[in-house]
């Protein structure tokens, strides 16, 4: 197992540096004449050139970031320096704060907060519960009636729930439900649209208007009406900041809403298909995380989070972070330049076979066992590390956790075809449906896929 001081040399202080390795013109070109994702070149110049490279797909160059103590650098020791510019996301989610910079996402981020950590979690756990076991009611039905489920929707019907229900204190209803089956449309289309943001939003501007009208709809009830059955939700803490912060407008109310509706469903429902997609290649891991304990015992809890942690490693929520440097500096010796673009690639750390031995195996044991995973905190950032990293971190693993209680000892999938490759958008999903039927039990004999037959 790497250990810390076998990561490569400690970041320096701002200096002079030796110049970033860049890859050569001749790999950029093969890579535009064979088509492939932006993680295929990543992966080359990670591969060429080390945890710190540098490669030009125009005039600028840009400057990719893999080794652990270059991304806790970037990331967290010196965020000031390193900012976002953009979001992908922005012709969705607006300036809410996730796309958010400087001193309005300070502000926006202090309010939050408080939401998602200590008494503001507890809050949700009954909202979460109560999800979970509705989605357990449709699973045992469709076993009972060998009906296909596509797995996928499954799992993104369950998250949309659990924070339409946090957001809301309302459990979601079926055109609730349809109508915001736009946001999967628009975040799918996301790489695809125009650089122009007012092109952009004209390009997925019928599916904007039904996300827009279901959160005025929303916004308004949190003014009008009492809350739902499951108390106020986040909702209403953003419609009381309005009366005393004035940036707290209707178009910001509504930009954090549709924030936290898409980061709080759409990494959720894509890493618990991936999980069920690793589980059906290695059946063993579910047998040994309910083995680990039984029914609610701390054990088996913490086996079931190591399977979320381990699907985590494989497909992190955020694949790609990019920053923007505003003054030179020197990261893990090299010299960097004001205004220069960083790609922090968590999806490449995760796969270092330094960092990770047998790395694209799936092995919950990492995450058990003392020496499983290596210890720098830049070694593992599923949902980004430092001032910026991801609020809902922890809500997103409850509520994967105690689904997964739920429906992990009742049911296994059993996919009638899998997806043939990964798509490499805000996050990294299974490009394909996910079509299965439920096996109310495992077979514990049932070969792990993962190894040759005998």
Do not use: N
Not at 20 to 40: F, H, I, M, N
Not at 266 to 277: G, H, K, R, S, V
Not at 331 to 356: F, N, Q, S
Request: contains cysteine; charged residues 25%.
């Amino acid at each position: 197992m790497a250990t810390e001081a076998s990561l490569g040399p400690l970041p320096h202080a701002s200096g002079t540096g030796r110049p970033v390795p860049e890859a050569e013109p001749a790999l950029v070109e093969r890579w535009r004449s064979g088509g492939g994702e932006l993680v295929d070149l990543l992966s080359q110049v990670r591969e060429g050139l080390g945890g710190v490279a540098a490669f030009r797909l125009g005039p600028d160059r840009t400057v990719l970031v893999t080794d652990p103590h270059a991304v806790q650098h970037v990331l967290a020791r010196h965020a000031d320096q390193y900012v976002k510019r953009s979001h992908r996301a922005r012709p969705l989610i607006g300036d809410g704060v996730v796309a958010a910079t400087g001193e309005a996402w300070k502000r926006q981020r202090r309010l939050l907060q408080s939401q998602f950590t200590g008494t503001g979690m507890r809050r949700y756990e009954q909202r979460i519960g109560e999800a979970a076991r509705i989605t357990a009611e449709r699973w045992a039905g469709y076993a009972r009636t060998g009906q296909t489920l596509d797995v996928g929707q499954e799992m993104r019907r369950f998250a949309l729930d659990t924070i339409w229900r946090s957001l809301t204190g309302h459990p979601l209803d079926d055109e609730t439900e349809r109508e915001l089956g736009s946001v999967a449309t628009v975040v799918a289309a996301l790489p695809t649209l125009p650089a122009d943001g007012a092109d952009a939003r004209d390009a997925v501007a019928a599916d904007l208007a039904r996300i827009d009208a279901v959160a005025r709809h929303a916004i308004e009830a949190a003014r009008s009406e009492a809350p739902g059955p499951d108390g106020p939700g986040l909702l209403h803490v953003l419609v009381d900041a309005a009366a005393e912060r004035p940036e707290y407008t209707d178009q910001l109310i509504r930009d954090e809403l549709i924030t936290l509706l898409v980061a709080g469903h759409e990494t959720t429902a894509t890493t618990l298909t991936w999980l069920y997609l690793l589980l059906d290649r290695y059946p063993a891991t579910r047998e040994q995380a309910l083995a680990a304990g039984g029914e609610g015992s701390p054990q088996r809890r913490q086996a079931i989070q190591a399977l979320i942690h381990e699907t985590l490693r494989l497909y992190p929520s955020a694949w790609i972070i990019p920053r923007h440097a505003t003054e030179d500096d020197t990261v893990a010796g090299y010299a960097i330049e004001a205004g220069t673009d960083i790609l922090v690639c968590p999806y490449l750390t995760h796969r270092d076979p330094e960092l990770w031995p047998d790395p694209e195996r799936f092995d919950p044991r990492r995450f058990t066992t003392s020496d499983g995973r290596p210890t720098h905190p830049g070694a593992y950032l599923p949902f980004g590390i430092g001032p910026r990293a991801c609020l809902g971190l922890q809500f997103a693993l409850r509520e994967s956790t105690v689904l997964l209680e739920h429906l992990l000892p009742a049911h296994t999938p059993a996919f009638r075809s899998l997806p043939t490759k990964a798509a490499y958008s805000i996050t990294v999903r299974p490009d394909g449906p996910t079509p299965a039927t439920l096996q109310p039990k495992a077979d514990a004999d049932r070969p792990d896929r993962s190894q040759p037959s005998a």
